[in-house]
């Protein structure tokens, strides 16, 4: 991992050296490295992070470079299940039996307020 991220950087650098943004290695190895970070920013300060992004991704373990892509397939199922799974009051109920509890309690309150 700490290599992936030497060569990150390095190949940074190169490139900042040879658009001659900088004019020394070690500028653009300080440059480099500052680029190389997670970047997401504070709610409270907004200042941004400061830890290494995951490699092969733009963000940092913590402000998600960790969590998976998801394949189409899960995707469609996610979209099935949010459209025949039943709800109670906007949210989504447990099982069948949920459903049927709610609608009886329903019932109960019409009732007694008739």
Known sequence: ?????????????????????????????TLA??????GARAKSTGRPCQCRPVPGKRR??????????MSPERKEA???????????????ARSADALAQNSAKEAENNAKNA
């Open 60 to 69: 940092c373990r913590l402000h998600g470079g960790l969590t998976p892509k």
């Open 78 to 92: 996610a979209r099935e299940r949010a459209t025949t799974q039943p709800r109670i009051n906007g949210r989504f």
């Open 1 to 29: 991992m700490r290599r992936e991220l030497r060569n990150q950087i390095a190949a940074q650098a190169r490139s900042l050296l040879d658009s001659g943004v900088v004019a020394n290695r070690r500028e653009a190895l």
């Open 33 to 38: 490295d500052d680029l190389v970070r997670c």
